[in-house]
C-alpha cells in the first residue's frame, strides 16, 4: 500500500500534463483556425477575383415579402434568393458588389435576420475561378471590413460551404443574416503580419 500512493498520484500528475498540452490552442503553420459552426475570430483569407474588374459599385433593391424572392445583379453575377417564409412582413434590401477585383458584396439592411435562410448564387464565367477549369476550393465568407478587399483577401468572420454547379457554371452559399460577404479560398486563411497560413491560399 505505501508503494501504491506515490505511483497513483505520480499517474494522475502524468494525466495532468498531458490534458493541459492537449488544451493547447496555439496555431499550428499548416492549419486555419479553428472555426465552430463555421464562426471565427476573423482572419485574413483569399478572396476570387473577376477577370475583369468593376469600374464602379453596382446595386439592385427590392422589397422582399413573406412569399419570397429575389435581387439581381446582372453587371457582377450575382443573384440573392429569398425563399418563402424568410421574412415575414415586406421589407425593403439592397445588394451591392463592390468595385474591384473582389467577388464581394455589401448586403442591408445589415444586421437583419432570416426565418428561412437566403440563398446567393454567383457566376464564376468571369472569375479566376474558370480559368483553373472551375476551381471549386471556395467558400462563403462573411465580412465587416471592406477596407482589404483591394488586395484581394479579407477579415472573416464565419465561414459558408458552398456547392458548384459545373453545367451552370454558378457557385451557390446560404446566408441566414445580412451584411458583407465574399466568395473566399477555403484554407488560404493568412496571419495579421500577411504570413500565409494554410495550403490552399491562391487568387
Request: net charge positive; hydrophobic share 40%; aromatic share 8%.
Amino acid at each position: 500500500m505505501s508503494t501504491s500512493v506515490p505511483r497513483a498520484v505520480a499517474v494522475f500528475a502524468a494525466l495532468c500534463v498531458s490534458a493541459a498540452s492537449c488544451s493547447d490552442t496555439t496555431l499550428q503553420p499548416d492549419r486555419a483556425p479553428a472555426a465552430r459552426g463555421g464562426l471565427l475570430t476573423g482572419v485574413l483569407t483569399a478572396v476570387l477575383q473577376r477577370t475583369v474588374p468593376l469600374s464602379r459599385d453596382y446595386s439592385a433593391s427590392a422589397t422582399i415579402g413573406s412569399g419570397g424572392g429575389s435581387i439581381r445583379i446582372p453587371e457582377a453575377g450575382f443573384t440573392i434568393t429569398f425563399p418563402a417564409g424568410a421574412v415575414s412582413a415586406p421589407t425593403a434590401m439592397r445588394a451591392t458588389a463592390i468595385a474591384g477585383s473582389s467577388v464581394a458584396y455589401r448586403l442591408e439592411p445589415h444586421g437583419l435576420v432570416f426565418a428561412k435562410p437566403a440563398v446567393i448564387t454567383q457566376d464564376l464565367s468571369l472569375t479566376a475561378a474558370l480559368g483553373r477549369l472551375l476551381d471549386t476550393g471556395y467558400q462563403g465568407g462573411y465580412f465587416t471590413d471592406e477596407s482589404t478587399l483591394s488586395s484581394g483577401v479579407v477579415s472573416v468572420l464565419e465561414t459558408r460551404p458552398a456547392s458548384f454547379d459545373l453545367l451552370r457554371l454558378q457557385m451557390s452559399f446560404s446566408v441566414t443574416h445580412f451584411s458583407g460577404y465574399a466568395a473566399t479560398r477555403k484554407g488560404g486563411y493568412m496571419s495579421s503580419s500577411g504570413d500565409r497560413m494554410g495550403t490552399g491560399f491562391r487568387r
